[in-house]
């Protein structure tokens, strides 16, 4: 390049960093650049629109202008509301200013016709000129977006161009623009004097160069920028991070301080092991996909067997070939079109190798169920399988693998059984650390957009149908067979609407049957890790080693609650992370002995009571009704309804077993292994474990399927702890005293040894349990600790539970000290543990006499059938906000379940019952039902304010509903145009009936999370091992009384903070601090909405104390 062309350059970048005279309109997202250059030359007739809307706008401002020299000369009858129009280009559009009022309230002039059509005209253009605006940022955005990654990569004049675009849009760069200019500089080697000149004007800005460089970026990109920095200032050195804020909530004090005696848990593995385990680890999420064998009964090796597999080889090996040519032709089409400037996918198909894309598309095709899988189900799991391993594949570009391993292996020091640190700390806290040192790391990739998803995914699919073929016949030769496709796109109704599904042909179906492969494949994010998961310290970084995850799930498309997330200061999420870190870093095995009865039953017949799925051999045939050529139209339709009832059960069967064949092959697999289980969280704090397959949040089977990898000997109460968790899994004594329980056990112990010993030849006393596979397991486990010489020393693998006694409700009664439903939830000592369930069906039986004697012929009717069964979920799922609706349905298919009930009065009788449960919760939980409609209020009063309804919770975490009207993407083009719904699209109005209904189970379930963050927390701190199903907390028998002690305490704590006044306090500064509005309406919505939420229901006396001493509070 010559030296004129380099200094043209360099005086265009200078002429682009002064900042001009006006700056435009900032969007919501972040958006830049809002007008373009004036152009000469004749315009389309787009732009003339846009003239003309320029020129209306100039002018209404001579019409202001007007207005403001009649003003001057005192003519009273104008009054005009004032806008500063030069305010607004400098800034962000502001409603307009209120009319002065006088003294006396009143608006000191007259108000004029001519002057309101004016005021009513000057507002329709400034929306006109906003929305105007917002385009051309838009506009603007977009083009420098495609022009600054050449500049990233050094190509000085696009830098330039890219910032004399954003000076004429009226932006002045920002720090990320610097940094930009900076990294260009340093990649070039540009000379120091035009590096001074951006610095100086850098500084001129107002923008630091320690904030330059702490923001997220690689190593590559930070070196140029040191490199073109050191140039012009030799002596620069990058200033040391700031230390850690630390998080000072009252109810995480203890957790942060530095005084007190602490003894954080170590892994049973040696420092060794775990280097191990994080290179296989590596590996599994650098290959983004793994090969299971299965767990399905094996096929003889016949020669039709290994006929079909030959078949299938030399079929995959074509149709790799072939969708390697489709999917070259595709990208050369793309590109002409982008070639012509049209938007196209065509950056998305380069960014994996066509290899990749061939076997992604291999491994979708081998999943795909004969019954085929909707197009837009498959697009998105296509389109997002793209993605991540787009980002494991830049991750590794940029060698963040090998900074990975030697942050991850001084991190293993604070882990490992045999390593020690100069001081405990938390994970999260010694990650940090750790850091610390380095530069900050590379901003995450952002999540692609919902429709970027569904587009790509939607265009691998058209390529596997359009390439994927396959003979006619594959018994004959197949050199002039006819080829047929091997998937069709069929339609099918589902729910009253249209679906297009890809179906594979009943041909290839049938050749993987016959082949009989017993391989699964699953992605990398779909299995426990091989070690333990990165800490969680920031909403993009944790869990696993390279493939992204969300810290909050929610549905996809939903963005309302990653911005909140972001938005946060780093200490207020400290609490989650570290309880998310905490949880993730439990380390499991498999159970190999409930493994193997499981596998027999699984190879065989299969057990359906004992959640085993028969496989397809085993399913009754569709039923043969042969319809006479003179059948009723009734008759006939009798027999489409009877196929269709026999269909759906065919599916859902089918469904069921898939679903245990990956979840057993998986527990196979990892057999012999220890294994880990990253957590997220929802919305709500509740949190989840990540892999869905293989995890204590399943079923009864897959839970008896796992235990702690660490064992810790029973001490001297373990045994009992065993015992009394055995007769839990029972559910035989449910209203037993503890002591009674523990008696049960020894009276039942050959019963337990039986099951124990022949589980499936002997009296098989376990499978008349409420969960007979914990309970087999359990038996397993008592078996062998009654049996070692000291049962006190034996160590026991086994996790224990213990259960809130309906939380929801135990949560309630807290937060209004309710001392009548507190006793009715075991909030308060007693001998005998009490029952809710029992006590609600109490007293509709009470009401239900009192109806029968007055006549009622439904309450008649009941006589004898109100059971503690008929309204125990409507009692469960009333604190949880079920309506009177869905609690009918719920005591409706309860009384079908009772043959004697007479069944025509099964739609009366269950209305009537809805009605006194209803009844007997309100007299029995008046303070609960008081703070439940307060908060059903509130929201409805919020949301018809146009806001969703949001809070914080005691922990820091903030919330926000995702429940709005229903919004609409459509995907047009291709073999079928998509729709998608989504009720999560923070851009539409709120839904009033969900947000109401919604707000008292959410909240609820926020504090029961804070409840279990807190106690997770305070365990770790002691030491223990602690797992949680929600308000199911597991540890080891040996620290069952640690745990309950820790798990009482934070209780009492968290109810002693003030929840519902801060609750009230945050809703009226985020929903009623607002300037008063033009509309009456609008105004007296918010009146009515701040009376509301200063009404906090007010509490009663209950002691929250007496919480300490109540045994049967979790149990």
Known sequence: MSALRWGRGAAGLGRALRIPGRRCLPTEEGAVGPRGRRRTSSACPREQDRQKEWGRAELLEVLEARVRQLQAESVSEVTVNRVDMARLRESSFQPPAKAEVGAGGSIPGVRGRWAEKLDKERQTMQKRKRRLEVKLQARAQRLAQEQLPAALQGALKEL???????????????????????????????????????????????????????????????????CA??????????????????????????????????????????????????????????????????????????????????????????????????????????????????????????????????????????????QGESLIHLAYELGLRVFNRHVVQNRQRDEQVQALWQRYRQYLQLLACDAQVAEPCLPRQYWEALGASNPPEAPPEQPWPLPVLLQLGKQLAELLVQAVQMPRSLAGPQSGCQLIPVLYHVYSFRNLHQVGFLKPHPAFSQLRAAAAERVLTFEAVELPMLCPPVPWSSPHTGAFLLTPTKLMRAVEGTTQHQRLLERCPPTTLHGALDTLTQLGNCAWRINGQVLDLVLALFTAKGCAPLGVPPPPSEVSRPPRACLQPGASPAHKAEVRR???RWLKAARELHSLRMDALRRLSLAQHLRHRVFWLPHNMDFRGRTYPCPPHLSHLGSDLARALLEFAEGRPLGPRGLDWLKLHLVNLTGFKKREPLSARLAFANTVMDDILDSADRPMTG?????????????????????????APDPAAYISHFPIHQDGSCNGLQHYAALGRDSVGAASVNL????????????????????????????????????????????????????????????????????????????????????????????????????????????????????????????????????????????????????????????????????????????PPNFIHSLDSSHMMLTALHCYRRGLTFVS?????????????????????????????????????????????????????????????????????????FDLEQVLRSPYFFS
């Not at 990320?176 to 004097?193: D, I, K, N, P, V």
């Not at 995959?316 to 079109?337: S, Y």
């Not at 607002?1074 to 009146?1087: A, G, M």
Request: proline content about 6%.
């Open 229 to 370: 920095v050191h140039k012009a200032k030799p002596t620069f050195r990058p200033s040391p991070r700031p230390p850690a804020p630390v998080n000072t909530s009252p109810l995480l004090r203890e957790i942060y301080a530095k005084d007190g005696p602490v003894s954080y848990p170590k892994l049973h593995l040696p420092l060794k092991t775990l280097e191990g385990c994080f290179q296989q680890q590596l590996q599994v999420e650098l290959a983004t996909s793994i090969q299971v064998k299965s767990v399905e009964k094996e096929q003889p090796l016949t020669a039709e067997v290994l006929q079909a597999r030959k078949t299938l080889k030399d079929l995959r090996a074509r149709w790799e070939a072939a969708l390697g040519r489709a999917l070259q032709d595709t990208k050369a089409e793309l590109a002409r079109v982008a070639h012509r400037g049209r938007p196209t996918l065509y950056p998305y198909l380069c960014l994996l190798s066509e290899r990749d894309f061939v076997q992604l598309l291999m491994q979708v095709l081998q999943e795909l169920p004969p």
């Open 1029 to 1101: 199903v929600h308000d199911c907390f597991w540890t080891h028998a040996a620290d069952v009384p640690i745990m309950n002690q820790v798990c009482r305490e934070q209780f009492v704590r968290l109810h002693s903070q003030p929840i519902l006044q801060e609750l009230s306090q945050f809703l009226v500064k985020r929903f009623c601090s607002e300037p008063r509005s033009l509309k009456l309406s609008k105004n007296l919505q918010r009146v009515k909405l701040l009376e509301t939420l200063l009404s906090v229901p007010e509490t009663g006396a």
């Open 160 to 226: 330039v161009y890219v910032l004399v675009m954003l000076k004429d849009s009226g932006l002045a760069p920002d720090l990320q623009s610097y940094a930009a200019a900076l990294q260009c500089m340093g990649r070039l080697g540009q000379e120091a004097t035009t590096i001074k000149r951006c610095l100086k004007q850098m500084a001129q800005d107002g923008l630091q160069l320690p904030d330059l460089l702490a923001l997220p970026m690689s190593v590559e990109e930070r070196a140029a920028i040191l």
């Open 828 to 999: 308060v000592p007693s001998e005998q543990p009490q029952d809710v369930y029992s006590g609600v069906a109490a007293q509709v039986e009470v009401f239900r006499a009192q109806d029968a004697a007055r006549g009622v012929r439904v309450a008649q009717v009941l006589e004898g059938f109100v059971s503690r069964k008929v309204v125990k979920q409507t009692v469960m799922t009333v604190v949880y906000g079920v309506t009177r609706y869905g609690g009918r349905l719920q005591i409706e298919k309860r009384l079908r379940e009772l043959h004697a009930f007479p069944q025509e009065f099964v739609w009366e009788a269950s209305h009537y019952l809805v009605r006194q449960v209803f009844n007997s919760l309100q007299e029995m939980f008046s303070g609960t039902r008081a703070i439940q409609h307060w908060l059903t209020e509130s929201a409805r009063l919020i949301s018809l304010m146009g806001s969703a309804v949001e809070w914080v919770t005691p922990l820091g975490i903030p919330v926000i509903q995702p429940y709005h009207h229903v919004s609409k993407l459509v995907i047009n083009g291709g073999i079928q145009s998509m729709t998608v719904s989504s009720s999560g699209d923070s851009s539409q109005k709120p839904n009033t009936l969900k947000q109401r209904n919604g707000f």
């Open 642 to 644: 009877e196929l269709a």
């Open 763 to 787: 009296r098989q006393w376990w499978r008349d349990a409420d969960e007979p596979w914990q309970t087999l397991a359990c038996c397993m486990e008592v078996a062998r600790a009654v049996r």
